[in-house]
């Protein structure tokens, strides 16, 4: 029954003079994320709105589910269009609508009349009440409620009328593009997915980078931080995964390091690898999934270690997450069964049995100065043979 849909926005609405930069933003990103499904659409943006038309049929669940999958969109409401034929079509087309919808229910609802049209014969709050008034005597079981209705209808009277009364969640944020892009370290876990998505959901365009430790690691592990980025890519848009081969610099520092730092000093070296990638691809941050306290890389003094060697702003967004709220967002996002599949990890491979939980930087840095020119080679070569995986 719906041929449209009205798209509402939150916080850009609050944007002063370059508010149309986002807006702009949005329908585009709109437009692209509506090609994977089917139909025709046309995208507007009128007065404040944007709609959402279709030409001829459609595919209603892969429209929503498009549109769920762009950042930016607070609600999206399936919309009937009627034509403008003045009071009395317009009745026999609000009974229809309430029919079709809600049959026989026995609810409470109220009548929200917007009138962009002045041309239409009667004033906002004059036809909601006239048309609830003719709800009621058609559909004895339903009544009015100013104040907590069940359901809201919509009449918006513009150049045609268009009828709403249905709300579907979106996924809030800011529309992809408006906000730079950044670097994410995507391991197979759990977290970094989550990290990824949310820090996007602010705008933030995606690439990302893998640790991986042939023979050490297998393809089938590769392959799991490429099915991850591939499920994230479907809202953030294309990543560009950067797959780093980190075997002979693991073996190095395994060899050269005391056993207990090995994870933190691991740590500083992708960190620093991670860097190297977002400057020459132009982001201007690094992301990572992890959150205090986690594991003995993440309390306080190991972050306080692994930051150490970063100029660029570390976005850490579950910083302050338990790990059970993480899991919640990945069943969301679809990560969750991809994450918890039981492949190994190059940190897990070589982690020690008691690492340090309250590392020193100056410790750290000292145990690093052993470490001779050669690792500096090592990370040249991984730059140098960095293989790129493209998603979306
Ligand atoms: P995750 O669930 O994201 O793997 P984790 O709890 O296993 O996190 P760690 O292994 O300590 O935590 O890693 C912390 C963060 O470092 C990860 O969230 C990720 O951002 C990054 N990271 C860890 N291992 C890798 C890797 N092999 N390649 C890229 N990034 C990594
Ligand atoms: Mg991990």
């Given at each position: 029954m719906y041929q449209a849909f009205l798209i509402k926005y939150g916080e850009i609405g609050l944007k002063g003079k370059n508010r149309h930069v986002f807006e702009d933003a949005l329908v585009s990103r709109i437009r692209s994320a509506l090609k994977r499904a089917e139909g025709n659409f046309q995208v507007t943006k009128e007065q404040g709105r944007i709609y959402v038309e279709a030409a001829g049929d459609f595919d209603f669940d892969e429209a929503v589910e498009a549109l769920q999958k762009v950042f930016g969109i607070v609600a999206i409401c399936p919309v009937v269009i009627v034509p403008n034929r003045g009071v009395e079509p317009l009745c026999g087309d609000v009974l229809a609508f309430m029919r079709e919808l809600y049959g026989d229910r026995s609810m409470s609802f109220k009548v929200h009349t917007r009138r962009a049209n002045?041309?239409?014969?009667?004033?906002?709050?004059?036809?909601?009440?006239?048309?609830?008034?003719?709800?009621?005597?058609?559909?004895?079981?339903?009544?009015?409620?100013?104040?907590?209705?069940?359901?809201?209808?919509?009449?918006?009277?513009?150049?045609?009328?268009?009828?709403?009364?249905?709300?579907?969640?979106?996924?809030?944020?800011?529309?992809?593009?408006?906000?730079?892009?950044?670097?994410?370290?995507?391991?197979?876990?759990?977290?970094?997915?989550?990290?990824?998505?949310?820090i996007s959901r602010r705008g933030v365009g995606i690439d990302a980078v893998y640790f991986h430790a042939p023979p050490y690691t297998s393809e089938?592990?590769?392959?799991?931080?490429?099915?991850?980025?591939?499920?994230?890519?479907?809202?953030?848009?294309?990543?560009?995964?950067h797959v780093i081969n980190f075997t002979e610099i693991q073996m190095y520092i395994y060899d050269q390091c005391p056993h207990d730092e090995l994870t933190i000093i691991m740590r500083r070296y992708m960190m620093r690898i991670a860097e190297r990638l977002a400057?020459?691809?132009?982001?201007?941050?690094?992301?990572?999934?992890?959150s205090i306290g986690q594991v003995a890389s993440q309390t306080m003094q190991s972050l306080q270690c692994t930051n150490d060697v970063c100029t660029l702003p570390?976005?850490?967004?579950?910083?302050?997450?338990?790990?059970?709220?993480?899991?919640?967002v990945a069943k969301k996002l679809d990560t969750y069964e991809i994450s918890i599949l039981p492949y190994e990890d190059c940190c897990t491979t070589f982690v020690a049995k008691h690492p340090?939980?309250?590392?020193?930087?100056?410790?750290?840095?000292?145990?690093?100065?052993?470490?001779?020119?050669?690792?500096?080679?090592m990370v040249e070569r991984a730059l140098a043979e960095d293989e790129v995986i493209t998603v979306w």
């Open positions: 002045k041309g239409f014969p009667m004033e906002s709050m004059e036809l909601s009440a006239e048309l609830g008034g003719r709800i009621l005597d058609a559909f004895p079981a339903m009544r009015v409620d100013i104040h907590h209705p069940e359901v809201v209808l919509h009449i918006e009277i513009r150049g045609k009328i268009y009828l709403y009364s249905e709300i579907i969640p979106g996924p809030g944020g800011m529309p992809l593009g408006t906000n730079g892009q950044a670097m994410l370290l995507l391991s197979g876990g759990i977290d970094s997915p989550v990290a990824g998505y949310m089938r592990a590769k392959q799991k931080v490429v099915d991850l980025a591939r499920k994230i890519a479907a809202y953030t848009g294309q990543i560009r995964l400057l020459a691809n132009g982001c201007l941050g690094l992301i990572t999934g992890e570390v976005y850490r967004p579950l910083i302050a997450f338990d790990k059970e709220d993480i899991v919640q340090v939980t309250k590392p020193r930087v100056e410790v750290i840095r000292r145990s690093e100065k052993k470490l001779s020119e050669k690792i500096d080679e």
